[in-house]
């Protein structure tokens, strides 16, 4: 069984750096043919994805976050993180770390990490 | 404003049919493939739906996925208190180049 855990600090200065680390056990984010995705959710609101990294190192962003963003994989210690700079308060959310796999016509997040709250505030 | 669109609520008394719509447009939903989660009050979203209309194990029958064109739809039948959440669908945008996902839609039960 597959199990995603978020960790990082839950205050962030403004323009400063948010750092995330999401450690995953029971699989490893250097094998299969899977993605390894960031998702954030502002209190009471929806959810959007941030972007994703693949087992081979291969990264893509939102668009509208890919100036802020780097998503990167650490093998060593089966894990990956999230660097979102220049943050605002409307960065404050909730982010949750995600695995996706492929099905029979596109992909789907199928486990997730309980979330963690990042608060950006003086 | 999201680029799919859900209904906000949608209610129903125990054992009625709900469903909820996820109008998107040829960019998202008419090409690509719609999974819908099931998220409850201080808790991470759980796959409920994947591929239009598979189901992961463990996840009851009364949830049916279906995709038509351009939208695609949640049936929840037998109601039961504990359906009692938020859905969400989701679906990748080849315009935009990035998954998105609808505003979701908050179930009561009666």
């Known amino acids: 069984q597959v199990q995603l855990r978020e960790s990082g600090p839950g205050l962030v200065r403004p323009s400063q750096t948010l750092s995330l680390i999401c450690t995953v056990s029971g699989g490893s984010v250097g094998s299969g043919d899977y993605y390894w995705s960031w998702i954030r959710q502002p209190a009471g609101k929806g959810l959007e994805w941030i972007g994703h990294i693949h087992t081979t190192g291969s990264a893509k962003y939102n668009p509208s976050l890919k100036s802020r963003v780097t998503i990167s994989l650490d093998l060593s210690k089966n894990h990956f993180s999230l660097k979102l700079t220049s943050v605002t308060a409307p960065d404050t959310a909730i982010y949750y770390c995600?695995?996706?796999?492929?099905?029979?016509?596109?992909?789907?997040?199928?486990?997730w990490g309980q979330g963690t709250l990042a608060f950006v505030s003086s | 404003q999201s680029v799919l669109t859900q209904p906000p609520s949608a209610s129903g008394t125990p054992g009625q049919r709900v469903t909820i719509s996820c109008s998107g447009s040829?960019?998202?939903?008419?090409?690509?493939?719609v999974n819908w989660f099931q998220q409850f009050p201080g808790t991470a979203p759980k796959l409920l739906i994947h591929s239009n209309n598979q189901r992961p194990s463990g996840v009851p029958d009364r949830f049916f996925g279906s995709k038509s064109g351009t939208s695609g739809s949640l049936a929840i039948s037998g109601l039961q208190s504990e359906d009692e959440a938020d859905y969400y669908c989701?679906?990748?945008?080849?315009?935009?180049?990035?998954?998105?996902f609808g505003p979701g839609t908050k179930v009561t039960v009666l």
């Open positions: 989701e679906a990748w945008d080849d315009s935009l180049n990035s998954y998105v």
């Open positions: 995600a695995r996706e796999s492929s099905g029979w016509a596109g992909d789907y997040f199928d486990y």
């Open positions: 040829s960019s998202n939903i008419g090409s690509n493939t």
